[in-house]
């Protein structure tokens, strides 16, 4: 054989190795490398799964059932007025503790997800029940409590109930909490699911899914909040509850039809627990008199793989305290991090590096967490107090015989987040990542701070339009004036651009910080925040009124609007949001993302906002 021949077979045998590569590497590049895997358990084929047709589907389903939710929502503080026969400030406070149940309920739903059943079947058996209960109040409402035939109108009150009756309204009401709180934190996880965080062009696509996601809510509750809202306002109760069974209905069938198309992660274990263990190994260390500066810590078997499924984090500095937890002995490992173990490990009394660094995730977004809860009592307001401000108001038409319903005002909230997603997206954030150089534009965190400035602006246009609005009562008629029920437009208007500001933030933010494991607790943070927003919402006007009803005096809210000085609680909101904001700021400039360098980015890489920055395949 000449050397001619030789070479040519070297040429050949590096060719079809070189080939090989590249069909080895194609292969790879058709799965998903952010671990999701199909219905069956299998690694998730990108081509075949996932991606915008999956997402588009979960929209459509978002969109359904939010429609459905505010079905009931929208227009509660009525029906409790009218047809349940509560008070004005009652049926407030009522409709605040529902809708914070419905948010609380979403811890127990975030639990499940992220410890047993996975997002999938989750929103399968919450939607289930939510259907049910949709279906149980139509029921009730149709057979027990809309008597006389007509009632629930504003001159047609309904005849009393007995306290059978009202259990059973109460069990339906709460029934479609539990089932709509239980699965709306994780429908926004699972739709996020459907995008490989680490390819880049996916991970794009993730981050605008939370924008489309939000819009898609707002979208769905429009209908509800313009048709739905005025037949029920005119009496048809039973009718507006019947076709949100039907949207909920729908949306049910629509998820489950999409099933072998989605990407699934897969539940990494109960993370209450892992909490617990960190804290229970970290103060038997600390007693033990050990420190951190003289040992190791253990980071688990080799792999890229936690414990608990999901990806290893890096060791952080901060909350040094906690690292104690992941104490092993120097003599057993000739490395800082990567400790070995000791023999067989009791996981309460020593941890991984990775579950420390998830307690110092959630320690970090504490205090911002905390800033947010002010803002949904501003925000809780537009569904009780801005509904019954606008029943006060003068709500006629150009066309004889039609009136303006005061629930479906909200209808001004809604085009406005959508104006302003759509315009945030295509035109203010490409010219902002221009102008400041950072391709993701203005950081959740100041996004999060604009949107409590707005809250307050909000706040503060309400109160002037009140003012205004008691100043043009008309005569002795209780709850009414000359005001016309279009100057609340931009108060609703500002709240639909502060929460598209702060509620799509939320979303990023705690999604994109939480670790693997811990994505459906990410969202159900910004619903607790909804609910306890409510609830102090319910501590605030109950004091309120309590210490201004003096003397024989009415409160600031009373039951009818022109004899208190609803005002001036508006005035009251606006300064505690402006307070809030103050605190705010010194958390978020003290905030700082988790992990270390990876792969070549700085920390400065972090801070643009990259979700990849948190994370690291041990290899």
């Not at 429009?222 to 039973?238: A, E, P, R």
């Not at 627990?273 to 038997?284: E, P």
């Not at 941890?351 to 949904?376: A, D, H």
């Amino acid at each position: 054989m000449s050397a001619n021949d030789g070479d040519m077979k070297m040429r050949v045998i590096v060719m079809d190795s070189e080939a090989e590569r590249s069909a080895a590497k194609e292969k790879l590049c058709e799965y998903t490398l952010d671990g999701s895997v199909d219905i069956k358990g299998r690694p998730a084929v990108k081509g075949k799964s996932g991606g915008w047709l999956a997402g588009g589907l979960i929209l459509v389903n978002q969109g359904l059932a939010t429609m459905a939710f505010f079905g009931v929502n929208v227009n509660l503080v009525l029906f409790l007025t009218r047809v349940v026969q509560q008070s004005n400030g009652d049926a407030a406070n009522n409709v605040s503790k529902w809708t914070g149940t419905v948010y609380m309920f979403s811890l127990i739903g975030a639990f499940l997800s992220d410890s047993y059943w996975g997002r999938y079947k989750t929103c399968a058996i919450f939607q289930a029940i939510f259907v049910l209960g949709l279906a149980l109040l139509s029921l009730s409402s149709r057979l027990y409590l809309i008597r006389p035939f007509g009632c629930g109108t504003q001159g047609t009150p309904c005849a009393p109930h007995s306290g059978a009756e009202m259990g059973i309204f109460y069990i339906a009401l709460y029934m479609i909490a539990f089932g709509n709180g239980g699965y709306q934190p994780n429908i926004a996880t699972f739709g996020a699911d459907q995008f490989d965080e680490e390819d880049p062009a996916e991970a794009h696509s993730k981050v605008s899914f939370f924008s489309y996601f939000y819009l898609a809510l707002n979208l769905g509750s429009l209908f509800s909040n313009t048709f739905l809202s005025y037949i029920q306002d005119k009496g048809n109760w039973v009718l507006g509850f019947w076709a949100s069974t039907a949207a909920a209905a729908t949306a049910l069938l629509l998820f489950l039809s999409g099933t072998p198309q989605y990407r699934h992660a897969q539940p990494c274990g109960n993370p209450i627990g892992s909490i617990c263990q960190v804290a229970s190994a970290a103060c038997r260390n600390w007693k033990s008199g050990v420190s951190p500066d003289h040992e190791v810590l253990y980071e688990g078997d080799d792999g890229s793989k936690a414990d608990s499924g999901g990806r290893k984090l890096l060791h952080t500095e901060g909350f040094r305290f906690l690292d104690r937890a992941a104490l092993t002995k120097a003599s057993d490992s000739n490395t800082k991090l990567g400790g070995a173990c000791p023999g067989p490990r009791d996981q309460w009394k020593l941890c991984t590096v990775t579950q420390v660094e998830q307690v110092k995730s959630i320690l970090r977004l504490l205090p911002i967490w905390l800033c947010t809860i002010l803002y949904s009592v501003v925000f809780t307001q537009m569904a009780s107090l801005f509904v019954v401000q606008g029943a006060a108001m003068r709500r006629t038409t150009m066309f004889p015989g039609f009136y303006v319903p005061a629930s479906s005002m909200s209808a001004f909230d809604i085009l406005t987040v959508a104006t302003t997603i759509f315009l945030y997206r295509r035109a203010i954030c490409p010219f902002l990542a221009r102008l400041t150089g950072r391709p993701t534009g203005p950081t959740e965190l100041q996004r999060m701070g604009l949107g409590l400035v707005l809250g307050a602006m909000a706040m503060a246009t309400a109160g002037t339009v009140e003012h205004f609005r008691k100043a043009g009562a008309t005569g002795t008629a209780a709850n009414s004036s000359d005001l016309h029920i279009i100057w609340q437009v931009p108060q609703y208007a500002l709240i639909g651009v502060s929460e598209v500001m702060m509620y799509v933030g939320q979303l990023e933010f705690f999604n994109g910080e939480m670790p693997d494991g811990f994505k459906s607790f990410g969202s159900a943070l910004c619903m607790m925040s909804m609910s306890l927003g409510n609830y102090f919402s319910d501590v605030i006007l109950t004091a309120v009124t309590r210490a201004t009803a003096v003397d024989g005096r009415p409160g600031w809210v009373p039951d009818d609007l022109n004899e208190g000085h609803l005002n001036k609680f508006y005035f009251l909101l606006a300064i505690l949001a402006v307070a809030d904001f103050a605190v705010y700021l010194v958390f978020a400039s003290r905030y700082r993302r988790s992990g270390n360098k990876v792969d070549g980015r700085s920390d400065d890489d972090e801070e643009e906002g990259s979700v990849h920055g948190q994370v690291a395949y041990a290899a």
